[in-house]
Protein backbone atom coordinates (compact mmCIF):
# COMPACT_ATOMS: atom_id res chain seq x y z
CA UNK A 1 0.00 0.00 0.00
CA UNK A 2 1.15 3.93 -0.52
CA UNK A 3 0.03 4.60 2.78
CA UNK A 4 -1.68 7.57 3.43
CA UNK A 5 -1.20 10.14 0.58
CA UNK A 6 -1.81 13.96 0.78
CA UNK A 7 -1.66 17.00 -1.67
CA UNK A 8 0.04 19.35 -2.18
CA UNK A 9 3.02 18.71 -0.29
CA UNK A 10 3.37 22.36 -0.11
CA UNK A 11 1.34 25.76 -0.61
CA UNK A 12 1.97 29.45 -0.44
CA UNK A 13 -1.15 31.33 -1.03
CA UNK A 14 -1.85 34.89 -0.17
CA UNK A 15 -4.16 35.90 2.81
CA UNK A 16 -7.94 35.82 2.11
CA UNK A 17 -7.17 33.34 -0.55
CA UNK A 18 -9.06 29.54 -0.25
CA UNK A 19 -6.87 26.98 0.59
CA UNK A 20 -8.26 23.26 -0.13
CA UNK A 21 -6.16 20.52 1.22
CA UNK A 22 -6.20 16.87 0.06
CA UNK A 23 -6.04 13.61 1.79
CA UNK A 24 -6.21 9.83 0.24
CA UNK A 25 -6.04 7.11 3.47
CA UNK A 26 -4.91 3.89 3.57
CA UNK A 27 -7.33 1.55 1.67
CA UNK A 28 -10.00 -0.25 3.98
CA UNK A 29 -8.99 1.76 6.87
CA UNK A 30 -12.49 3.02 8.76
CA UNK A 31 -11.46 6.38 10.40
CA UNK A 32 -9.28 9.70 9.22
CA UNK A 33 -8.19 12.43 11.20
CA UNK A 34 -7.03 15.61 10.72
CA UNK A 35 -4.14 17.31 12.28
CA UNK A 36 -2.11 20.80 12.52
CA UNK A 37 1.32 21.08 13.49
CA UNK A 38 3.03 24.45 14.75
CA UNK A 39 5.91 25.17 16.97
CA UNK A 40 4.14 27.14 19.79
CA UNK A 41 0.74 24.55 19.78
CA UNK A 42 2.19 20.86 18.92
CA UNK A 43 -0.17 18.76 16.40
CA UNK A 44 -3.46 18.94 17.00
CA UNK A 45 -6.17 17.18 15.98
CA UNK A 46 -8.80 19.09 14.08
CA UNK A 47 -11.01 16.82 13.20
CA UNK A 48 -11.76 13.48 12.73
CA UNK A 49 -14.18 11.20 10.71
CA UNK A 50 -15.38 7.27 11.27
CA UNK A 51 -16.87 5.56 8.27
CA UNK A 52 -16.59 8.98 6.51
CA UNK A 53 -19.03 10.53 9.18
CA UNK A 54 -17.40 13.70 10.87
CA UNK A 55 -17.27 12.40 14.77
CA UNK A 56 -15.74 15.15 16.40
CA UNK A 57 -14.82 18.62 14.90
CA UNK A 58 -14.59 20.47 18.39
CA UNK A 59 -10.55 21.14 17.43
CA UNK A 60 -11.92 23.10 13.88
CA UNK A 61 -10.31 26.82 15.10
CA UNK A 62 -13.07 28.63 13.18
CA UNK A 63 -15.52 28.65 11.02
CA UNK A 64 -13.30 29.81 8.43
CA UNK A 65 -12.38 26.16 8.29
CA UNK A 66 -14.59 22.99 7.03
CA UNK A 67 -14.06 19.19 6.32
CA UNK A 68 -15.44 17.16 3.90
CA UNK A 69 -15.24 13.27 3.22
CA UNK A 70 -17.19 12.41 0.81
CA UNK A 71 -16.28 8.59 0.41
CA UNK A 72 -14.35 6.14 2.11
CA UNK A 73 -10.86 7.28 -0.30
CA UNK A 74 -10.75 10.93 -0.23
CA UNK A 75 -11.13 13.45 2.27
CA UNK A 76 -10.51 17.76 2.13
CA UNK A 77 -9.95 20.40 4.79
CA UNK A 78 -10.74 23.45 3.05
CA UNK A 79 -9.82 27.09 4.67
CA UNK A 80 -11.66 30.25 3.41
CA UNK A 81 -10.51 33.02 3.68
CA UNK A 82 -7.13 31.97 5.13
CA UNK A 83 -5.15 33.90 7.32
CA UNK A 84 -0.95 34.10 8.35
CA UNK A 85 -1.86 32.35 11.55
CA UNK A 86 -3.05 29.33 9.56
CA UNK A 87 0.59 28.70 8.48
CA UNK A 88 1.31 25.62 9.91
CA UNK A 89 1.62 22.00 8.76
CA UNK A 90 -1.49 19.67 8.12
CA UNK A 91 -1.32 16.04 8.43
CA UNK A 92 -3.77 13.44 7.82
CA UNK A 93 -3.90 10.15 9.67
CA UNK A 94 -5.97 7.01 9.00
CA UNK A 95 -6.60 3.87 11.43
CA UNK A 96 -8.03 0.34 10.47
CA UNK A 97 -9.91 0.31 13.36
CA UNK A 98 -10.47 2.48 16.72
CA UNK A 99 -8.18 1.44 19.09
CA UNK A 100 -5.05 1.03 16.58
CA UNK A 101 -2.04 2.51 15.02
CA UNK A 102 -2.56 5.61 13.32
CA UNK A 103 -0.61 5.75 10.06
CA UNK A 104 0.52 9.66 9.26
CA UNK A 105 0.93 10.97 5.61
CA UNK A 106 3.41 13.38 4.67
CA UNK A 107 1.94 16.38 5.57
CA UNK A 108 1.06 20.07 3.32
CA UNK A 109 3.29 22.59 4.53
CA UNK A 110 0.88 25.88 4.61
CA UNK A 111 2.76 29.16 3.98
CA UNK A 112 -0.70 32.37 4.28
CA UNK A 113 1.23 35.64 3.31
CA UNK B 1 -8.66 17.26 29.50
CA UNK B 2 -6.10 15.14 28.69
CA UNK B 3 -2.53 16.66 29.17
CA UNK B 4 0.42 14.99 27.85
CA UNK B 5 4.11 16.17 28.68
CA UNK B 6 7.80 15.13 27.60
CA UNK B 7 10.68 15.86 29.32
CA UNK B 8 13.59 16.90 28.51
CA UNK B 9 12.63 18.89 24.79
CA UNK B 10 15.62 17.57 23.67
CA UNK B 11 18.35 15.55 24.06
CA UNK B 12 22.08 14.74 22.68
CA UNK B 13 23.73 11.88 23.55
CA UNK B 14 26.91 9.93 21.89
CA UNK B 15 26.55 6.79 19.94
CA UNK B 16 26.44 3.58 21.36
CA UNK B 17 24.19 5.05 24.73
CA UNK B 18 21.32 3.46 26.30
CA UNK B 19 18.48 6.17 26.69
CA UNK B 20 15.16 6.69 27.99
CA UNK B 21 12.56 9.00 26.66
CA UNK B 22 10.06 10.01 29.21
CA UNK B 23 6.08 11.02 28.85
CA UNK B 24 3.68 11.50 31.58
CA UNK B 25 -0.18 12.22 31.08
CA UNK B 26 -2.80 13.69 33.53
CA UNK B 27 -5.88 11.21 33.47
CA UNK B 28 -4.86 7.68 33.75
CA UNK B 29 -8.17 6.42 31.96
CA UNK B 30 -6.56 5.47 29.02
CA UNK B 31 -7.36 3.35 25.88
CA UNK B 32 -3.43 3.10 24.56
CA UNK B 33 -0.36 4.94 24.76
CA UNK B 34 1.39 5.04 21.33
CA UNK B 35 4.91 6.35 20.44
CA UNK B 36 5.70 8.07 17.21
CA UNK B 37 8.98 9.59 15.49
CA UNK B 38 8.98 12.17 13.19
CA UNK B 39 12.00 13.13 11.05
CA UNK B 40 12.24 16.56 10.26
CA UNK B 41 9.91 17.92 7.22
CA UNK B 42 8.43 14.02 7.26
CA UNK B 43 5.37 12.78 8.96
CA UNK B 44 5.03 10.38 12.25
CA UNK B 45 6.53 7.25 12.23
CA UNK B 46 3.95 4.82 14.57
CA UNK B 47 7.52 2.76 16.81
CA UNK B 48 5.37 1.04 19.40
CA UNK B 49 1.64 1.22 20.99
CA UNK B 50 0.56 -0.09 24.23
CA UNK B 51 -2.95 -0.68 25.24
CA UNK B 52 -3.80 0.19 28.82
CA UNK B 53 -4.04 -3.87 30.05
CA UNK B 54 -0.44 -4.31 28.71
CA UNK B 55 2.90 -2.96 30.60
CA UNK B 56 5.96 -3.00 28.04
CA UNK B 57 6.36 -3.67 23.97
CA UNK B 58 9.04 -3.91 22.12
CA UNK B 59 10.50 -3.90 19.04
CA UNK B 60 14.21 -4.53 18.08
CA UNK B 61 16.20 -1.88 20.15
CA UNK B 62 13.16 -0.28 21.36
CA UNK B 63 11.11 -0.78 24.51
CA UNK B 64 8.19 0.97 25.92
CA UNK B 65 6.53 0.71 28.72
CA UNK B 66 3.51 1.91 30.67
CA UNK B 67 2.74 2.59 34.22
CA UNK B 68 -1.14 3.62 33.91
CA UNK B 69 -1.40 4.56 37.86
CA UNK B 70 1.93 7.03 38.12
CA UNK B 71 0.89 8.34 34.24
CA UNK B 72 3.71 7.51 32.91
CA UNK B 73 5.42 5.93 30.15
CA UNK B 74 8.86 5.95 28.94
CA UNK B 75 10.42 4.66 25.64
CA UNK B 76 14.13 3.05 25.76
CA UNK B 77 16.49 3.40 23.21
CA UNK B 78 19.43 0.41 23.46
CA UNK B 79 22.53 1.07 21.51
CA UNK B 80 21.46 4.51 20.10
CA UNK B 81 22.88 5.28 16.33
CA UNK B 82 23.06 8.56 14.79
CA UNK B 83 19.76 6.82 12.32
CA UNK B 84 18.25 6.81 15.67
CA UNK B 85 17.99 10.92 15.40
CA UNK B 86 14.57 12.51 15.26
CA UNK B 87 12.22 13.85 17.28
CA UNK B 88 9.85 11.51 19.62
CA UNK B 89 6.14 12.10 20.18
CA UNK B 90 3.65 10.33 22.69
CA UNK B 91 0.35 10.15 22.13
CA UNK B 92 -2.48 9.05 24.54
CA UNK B 93 -5.95 7.70 23.69
CA UNK B 94 -8.91 7.97 25.61
CA UNK B 95 -12.46 6.67 25.41
CA UNK B 96 -13.00 7.90 22.23
CA UNK B 97 -10.44 7.77 18.62
CA UNK B 98 -8.89 11.10 19.81
CA UNK B 99 -4.91 10.94 20.20
CA UNK B 100 -3.18 14.03 22.71
CA UNK B 101 0.13 14.32 21.46
CA UNK B 102 3.03 15.63 24.07
CA UNK B 103 5.07 18.26 22.38
CA UNK B 104 8.11 16.12 22.08
CA UNK B 105 11.55 15.09 22.95
CA UNK B 106 14.24 16.38 19.94
CA UNK B 107 17.07 13.04 19.97
CA UNK B 108 20.58 14.15 18.67
CA UNK B 109 22.95 10.90 18.89
CA UNK B 110 26.53 12.50 17.91
CA UNK B 111 28.69 9.50 15.76
Partial sequence: DAGVIQSPRHEVTEMGQEVTLRCK???????LFWYRQTMM?????????????PIDDSGMPEDRFSAKMPNASFSTLKIQPSEPRDSAVYFCAS???AGHEQYFGPGTRLTVT | KQEVTQIPAALSVPEGENLVLNCSFTDSAIYNLQWFRQD??????SLLLI??????QTSGRL???????????TLYIAA???????TYLC???GGSEKLVFGKGTKLTVNP
Avoid at chain 1, 25 to 31: A, E, K, L
Avoid at chain 2, 51 to 56: A, C, M, T
Avoid at chain 2, 63 to 73: C, Q
Fill in chain 2, 40 to 45: PGKGLT
Fill in chain 1, 25 to 31: PISGHNS
Fill in chain 2, 80 to 86: SQPGDSA
Fill in chain 1, 95 to 97: VEH
Fill in chain 2, 63 to 73: NASLDKSSGRS
Fill in chain 2, 91 to 93: ASQ
Fill in chain 1, 41 to 53: RGLELLIYFNNNV
Fill in chain 2, 51 to 56: QSSQRE
